[in-house]
């Protein structure tokens, strides 16, 4: 793709475990375009969260990538050393957790924690002494003042339980961008928040995205958060990429019967007294999954022509999904 | 008359003194997490209960059903003054009045089977002459709220997270109650599974005739199935009324910028977001007057010192707050 940040492509992430091979990732191509911001919605287990760690090299055993391309900014990421992977991490793509209170040490202050980054990856810094420590204090309370925290002085010194849940997903986005990366890759960071509070957070993102121009890829489940701040989304489920394109067209016309169902579950005031169509029965289970469309269980379009697999397909000219409903001989 | 009534419901929680407080006889701190709760709910209905994490939704719901044993107030279920039972005729209650979780990996025993959970209320009430009749009454409930039923030997951790709280429903149902308190029975669960459950519930109330009080942060899920709403901030409720009054005209500014928060598929980009400042206060330590005024973009002197009472703006529509006759509206005033 044209002005492609990130460009993954035929990601296969496995995991070997007891019961067997779980392919958590089967075949996934994404491109993240510089500035844009990309939704990645699916569902717990669909695969959007090892999608990330794998591009970020932080999937670790019994998991591994198996097979697959993953190019930034140019270069071959898979191809890394771990010592080179180190340089990337942090400073040019950075990743922040959903648990904000889990993701932080506990037992360094605020602004130890800020200061790492710098130290590990920030140039610029004088190399050494007195003036080095007074560029990263700068630099950290240019950050917290960035992300919105109020008295960033006096707070470099507290420990991550003296803040609220908000002030902790701001300080994990402040410690992401200290290094002022190409991409952010923020996991679910509003899924532990509330509404308020993840309005404030969404839109800090978005404002600080204009101010450095960066890419950001959003992983949520809330298709209303995507709805709202997102220019292009993937949907993902049960390993694979079953529908991309803008944000508009997928919401407005899904194109796969999940995204549809997705959409017409979601209860709303729009649609008080009528009733809501849940999708029936349960993602599959990733171990021993047949070759067929992995929605076939669950997909009230069903055919026979679904028990091949089924490979994604043009729906409009930046607008795909993998549906063999799509391209008019079934329809 | 209503089924349920609440008046001046308050539960209130003291903090432990030190030595050293002992000896300077310092106060005890106290969280007021519910403060004087006045609410009533009808036979049949859905009131729907909302507010962000600590408002103290889940301890009123809890303190209705005696589980967290309120500080001050009544409880009235269908005539009878819950409050003043002793603990015989409150566990003869406890089959009439019940309460579905929120997290359907915590609120069931590991060690027990599906069979075992479901079957205990009946166990507990007398509700079974023998083994035999148990088990039949367990089969036809875990049968209505979707479970197979090969299933009902199987322990809680062979099921997904929406079959368990279907397990919890079931558990809620078995004992035939006329009052459910639904503490966020969805928020744990995917969009998808959300969505089963939702209709699960909507068609067993139909079905039971059942009344539903239904603990939620989520004002989509609350617009879809109350009929009536609450609003709760820092232990107290700020605005209550038909729901679709509180949709189309929410009066109070906190419920404005509730609303606006909420990112809606339907209105991308549409809405006007108010941005409120700050976190929720600690309830150690509450603001004095309207404890919304240290968020509130219309707060004037009057808020700082004294508590807005509920007032009448609409039929069956209340509110508390200080400026309601000036009927302003954040929603206008930041598109200005």
């Known amino acids: 793709m044209k002005d492609a940040l990130l460009e993954v492509r035929d990601l296969r992430t496995v995991f070997e475990t007891r019961a067997g091979r779980i392919c958590a990732v089967d075949g996934v191509s994404v491109a993240v375009r510089r500035g844009e911001c990309l939704g990645i919605v699916g569902e717990s287990g669909s695969g959007k969260s090892v999608t990330f760690a794998s591009v970020m090299g932080l999937v670790k055993a019994p998991g591994r990538i198996e097979s697959g391309t993953i190019v930034f900014d140019g270069r071959d990421l898979r191809g890394l050393s771990p010592r080179q992977m180190r340089a990337v991490r942090g400073r040019d793509i950075a990743m922040t957790m959903q648990d904000a209170l889990t993701a932080l040490n506990p037992a360094l202050s605020v602004g130890e924690q800020i200061a790492e980054v710098l130290e590990a990856h920030d140039e610029t810094l004088p190399a050494r002494g007195a003036a080095r420590r007074k560029a990263i204090r700068k630099a950290s309370i240019e950050m917290l003042g960035l992300v919105g925290i109020p008295s960033a002085e006096t707070r470099l010194r507290q420990y991550p339980h003296e803040f609220s849940g908000g002030m902790r997903q701001r300080i994990m986005i402040a410690i992401a961008l200290a290094c002022r990366p190409k991409l952010l890759i923020a996991d679910e960071p ?49 390993g694979q990429v079953v529908e991309e394109g803008p944000t508009t067209e997928v919401i407005g ?65 930046a607008h795909n999904a993998r549906c063999i409903l799509i391209g008019g001989d079934e329809e | ?127 079974a002459a023998n083994d035999a009749e148990l088990r039949e009454k367990v089969a036809a409930i875990c049968a209505k709220v979707g479970l197979k039923p090969g299933q009902i030997d199987r322990y809680p951790h062979q099921f997904s997270g929406g079959q368990r709280q279907r397990i919890g429903i079931a558990r809620a149902l078995i004992s035939h109650p006329e009052f459910i308190v639904c503490d966020e029975p969805v928020s744990a669960l995917d969009v998808s599974i959300q969505a089963q459950i939702i209709a699960l519930l909507l068609e067993l109330k139909r079905e039971m005739g059942l009344t539903y009080l239904f603990i939620s942060h989520d004002i989509s899920v609350i617009g879809y199935l109350a009929d009536r709403v609450a609003v709760m901030y820092l232990g107290e409720i700020v605005e209550m009324g038909p729901v679709e009054q509180i949709l189309a005209n929410p009066r109070h500014p906190y419920t404005q910028s509730l609303m606006s ?40 002197d009057a808020c700082r010192s004294q508590q807005p009472g509920a007032e009448t703006v609409g039929p069956g529509h209340t509110a508390a707050c200080h400026r309601l006759a000036e009927n302003l509206s954040l929603l206008d005033e930041t598109q200005a």
């Open chain 2, 261 to 300: 928060a909420v990112p809606e598929v339907d209105h991308a980009g549409r809405n006007k977001r108010i941005r409120l400042a700050g976190d929720l206060p600690s309830p150690l330590n509450p603001p004095k007057g309207c404890k919304f005024h240290t968020r509130c973009p219309l707060a004037i």
């Open chain 1, 190 to 238: 509003t899924t532990a928040l509330d509404v308020t509070i993840q309005a404030q957070v969404l839109e800090l993102i978005s404002d600080i995205r204009a101010k450095l121009g960066m890419s950001v890829a959003l992983i949520t489940h809330d298709l209303g958060v995507v709805a709202e701040h997102c220019d292009r989304v993937m949907v993902m489920y049960a």
């Open chain 2, 1 to 127: 008359m209503s089924l349920l009534k609440v008046e001046g419901l308050s539960k209130h929680y003291e903090g432990r003194r030190g030595i050293f407080d002992r000896l300077t006889g310092a106060k005890h701190t106290v969280v007021r997490a519910v403060n004087e709760i006045n609410l009533t709910v009808e036979k049949g209905e859905i009131l729907g209960l909302i507010g962000e994490s600590g408002c103290g939704k889940s301890t009123l719901g809890r303190a209705i059903l005696r589980l967290h044993e309120p500080t001050r107030g009544e409880v009235t279920f269908d005539g009878t003054e819950v409050t003043a039972l002793d603990a015989a005729a409150l566990k003869a209650m406890r089959r009439r009045m019940q309460i579905i979780f929120q997290d359907p990996y915590a609120c069931l025993n590991p060690r027990r089977t599906v069979a075992e959970i479901v079957g205990l209320p009946l166990k507990l009430h007398g509700l």
């Open chain 1, 253 to 317: 016309a899904p194109k796969h019967p999940y995204t549809q169902g997705l959409l017409a579950s979601i209860p709303r005031p729009a649609l008080r007294g009528q009733p809501i169509h849940p999708i029936e029965g349960q993602v599959p289970d990733l171990i021993g999954l047949a070759p067929q469309c992995r929605f076939y269980s669950r997909c009230t379009q069903r055919r026979e022509a679904c028990l091949a697999p089924v490979e994604m397909r043009a729906a409009g000219p």
